[in-house]
């Protein structure tokens, strides 16, 4: 069993930066990927960036490549996404998930945090 909580997330303007974090719990050894999705109201969840538990590989999607970076410290269990140059765009719920493999498919991903608003206004 697997605990994800995020925080971070919250209101600033167009070309601000955040960073989230996705405290783990639990038998997380199990899993070899933790990865960052964002879901709009009406839209699917779409996957932002992963990467391996045990290495440094990672893959951002193309809205968020360059500009954004996400990395982990294994020492607190813990998963960031660090987010620069918002734009309004951005505006979703964001969550952290865990999955057995490489993979920004979120049907793939067996468990998941609670979410936290990020709000980009113009």
């Known amino acids: 069993q697997v605990q994800l909580v995020e925080s971070g997330g919250g209101s600033v303007q167009a070309g601000g930066t955040l960073r989230l974090s996705c405290v783990a719990s639990?038998?997380?050894?199990?899993?070899?990927?933790m990865g960052w999705f964002r879901q709009v109201p009406g839209k699917e969840r779409e996957g932002i960036a992963a990467?391996?538990?045990?290495?440094?590989?990672?893959y951002y999607a193309a809205s968020v490549k360059g500009r954004s970076t996400i990395s982990r410290d294994n020492a607190k269990n813990s998963l960031y996404l660090e987010m620069n140059s918002l734009k309004p765009d951005d505006t979703a719920m964001y969550y952290c998930?865990?999955?057995?493999?490489?993979?920004?498919?979120?049907?793939?991903?067996?468990?998941w945090g609670q979410g936290t608003q990020v709000t980009v206004s113009p």
């Open positions: 998930a865990a999955a057995p493999f490489y993979t920004l498919n979120p049907r793939d991903y067996d468990y």
């Open positions: 639990g038998r997380t050894d199990s899993y070899n990927v």
């Open positions: 990467r391996y538990t045990g290495g440094d590989s990672q």
